[in-house]
């Protein structure tokens, strides 16, 4: 079975991006003994893409996109085939910049976060968006949409609601908005048919101007781990088995190391739920951090260069031997190996020219 290395790209200058160099999707194949990359393929015509998401079991891929003379984003799904990405429709998100998607825990559904940043009076607004999937892959037109209204403390940042990432959980019909310009963790009900229930007794208020950006859970849905980007924190937090209420174990506050800024992007977990890595935008590094199982404390095991600039996002593959970084400025992926016993990571492998890399993900196909 093939393993595939999917990178959507900025294909269109903006400014709370930068430079784009981008060409659309591209489809590479990866080498999991070796953590070589090789190109295959590329599809254009789809620009902007903030956020991946695959579905190899089904051999799908879904994008979010923007479309040129809309006033909101859009999602795309793909059928992955050998002789390349086939696109098979695409949804309107019913908000703007959509910068997140996750597939429902049961795959039945396709959940978009839209960031919104700076909406003209009267454009789409919905902070979360629920999509059917039908047998062929496409998608249906949103059956459930929610707003976030607030703000936060920071004036630059969080003037109002910014939805940045969805996430279910491992098993059941809870999913987790983390919103950046509110401070929050919001909780939603997924029904049967798509719809959404807001569960105000989940929800989870951070310290205010933390800027919480993406989260993952633990496999046995336990815990989540979620890194901020205003304040630059990792959060450790247990999720109560009988009532699903959040509370903070631990929080690791990432500190400069020469004085500059630090902005967390991407988090991931390793598979058997003992590593965090955590990448670095601005001082372009990627952190790694060691959880006890117990308490859930967060230590630091390392901290290396990215292999590039702005480490926007980053994956394992799927052996979970090697750590596949998308450094965003610089116009490159790069390969570390990982040691999966201590936590670290060896010297880049490879380097992988491709521009404006924004998201990255990898899977058997």
Known sequence: MPIYAFTGSLTRAMPQYGAANGEGITRLSFDDETGRLGAVDRIGGVDDTAWLVTDAARGRLYSTCEITGTRESAIAAYA????????????????????????????????????NGANPEGWPDAALSVFPIADDGSLGAAVASVRHTGSGP???RQITAHA?????????????????????????????????THESARDFALPPGLGPRHLVFSSDGCAIFMVSELIPTVVSLAVDPATGALSQRDAFTIPSRDGGIVQPAGIVLSADGRHLFV????????????????TGKLTQT???PSGGATPRDLAFSP?????????????R?????????????????????????????????
């Open 154 to 156: 920071n004036a630059a």
């Open 279 to 294: 990448g670095l935008r601005v001082c372009n590094d990627i952190l790694a951090l060691r959880i006890d199982a117990a």
């Open 80 to 115: 992955v085939e050998a002789g390349g990405l086939r696109l098979i429709n695409r949804q309107p998100t019913l908000g703007n910049e959509a910068c997140h998607a996750s597939l429902s825990s049961d795959g039945k559904f396709l959940l978009v976060a839209n960031y």
């Open 333 to 365: 992926l790069t390969v570390f190996g990982v040691d999966r016993a201590t936590g670290t990571l060896s010297e880049p492998l490879q380097h992988f020219d491709v521009g404006t890399p924004m998201s990255v993900k990898l899977a058997a196909f």
């Open 319 to 331: 052996s979970g031997r090697h750590l596949v970084v998308a450094n965003q400025d610089a116009d």
């Open 302 to 304: 390392g901290r290396w």
């Open 164 to 196: 940045h990432c969805v996430v279910p959980a491992p098993a059941g019909d809870i999913v987790y908005v983390a919103d950046l310009g509110i401070d929050r963790l919001v909780a939603y009900r997924l029904g049967a048919d798509g719809g959404l």
